[in-house]
């Protein structure tokens, strides 16, 4: 199994994320190097599986945009060290400074790794919800980091976004255009896309994932991240998406792993509540067709549970 898909990625560049392989990138903390997306816009795909020691907690994607007059990173990635290394492949890259990071919601791997950038008079631009998200659970997601980050945790500390929006953010650097928007509820508090519409590619962070079962939380709303998706993502009709998780893909590969999943499920969940079954049960409806996603294991009877608990008082 993982000689076949070290096979695959030896084939075909970009090396694909994989739940299987522990680490692609052994030099450096980043799970693997930044490869270019389309031109000026990188990302380095994280693993797609849980946070570990061997991937340091690069398990989402760290992208960054190239603008001609300066780098837009985004991700502050879940430790100071994964920043640095970050860092280090941009300089490898382009001498342009890296003059803004966005973080693309509240969550460990988004933010942590902030105060690397602060550190330097970088400001860091997040949706006032995921801040909020951030400032309320950072200290237990910075302690949940240690533990498995061990030592790559060490010179990391809790540093809140230094400009927030709401509605949007518009950026006009090197020529480029970078819409930052909040398209509505969806994976998280405060999701963020970032979206280049000359480029017609989206920088989509956790409303959108490729290869991976998405992780459903009990805050989470699936009906409004369905709907979010559907009157909001749909129309922009991006030709080129960056997920949050998994490898960049187009539009119709997360739709079918984000919202296809979602759809899925919770007609899954109707259909065991019409039939008068209880949680208990519910576990275990039928995801068999999408148990090739990475973290099934980990997240399918769970997500099972959240999704009944949430359609139960529909
Ligand atoms: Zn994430």
Redesign the pocket.
């Known amino acids: 199994m993982i000689r076949k898909a070290i096979l695959v990625a030896c084939i075909a560049m970009p090396a694909f994320a994989d739940e299987t392989i522990a680490d692609k990138y052994p030099q450096s903390v980043l799970y693997d190097k930044p490869f270019e997306v389309i031109p000026n816009v990188w990302s380095a795909i994280g693993a797609t599986a849980p946070p570990t020691y061997e991937n340091a907690g690069h398990n ?1 994607n760290l992208s960054f945009i190239v603008t001609g007059d300066g780098v837009i990173v985004i991700n502050g990635g879940a430790n100071a060290k994964l920043a640095e290394a970050l860092h280090a492949e941009i300089r490898e890259v382009t001498g342009q400074p890296v003059k803004l990071v966005i973080n693309e ?1 509240g ?1 460990g ?2 933010m942590l790794g902030n105060n690397y950038w602060t550190d330097q008079g970088i400001d860091v631009l997040a949706h006032v919800e995921a801040a909020a998200e951030f400032e309320e659970y950072g200290p237990q997601i910075l302690e949940g980091m240690k533990r498995y980050a061990r030592e790559n945790s060490e010179g990391t500390r809790l540093v809140a976004p230094t400009i927030t929006f709401e509605d949007r953010y518009d950026i006009e650097m090197g020529g480029m255009r970078i819409e930052v928007l909040h398209l509505g509820p969806a994976h998280s508090p405060g999701d963020t896309q970032v979206w280049l519409p000359e480029q017609n590619l989206m920088i989509a962070g ?1 409303i959108a994932f490729n290869g991976r079962m998405p992780p459903i939380f009990t805050e989470t709303c699936t009906s409004c991240w369905i709907e979010t998706w559907e009157t909001a993502l749909e129309p922009m009709n991006p030709a080129y998406i960056i997920p ?2 998994g490898n960049p893909t187009n539009l119709a590969q997360v739709r079918n792993h984000t919202v296809g999943y979602l759809k899925y499920l919770r007609g899954k969940i109707g259909e065991h509540l019409e039939n008068g079954g209880a949680l208990d049960d519910a576990y275990y409806v039928d995801q068999s067709p999408y148990e090739h996603l990475d973290t099934y294991n980990e997240l399918a009877t769970k997500n099972a549970g959240v999704v009944f608990a949430e359609m139960e008082f529909e």
Request: hydrophobic share 10%; aromatic share 0%; proline share 0%.
């Open positions: 989402n919601n969550q791997h988004a956790d949050g998780h």
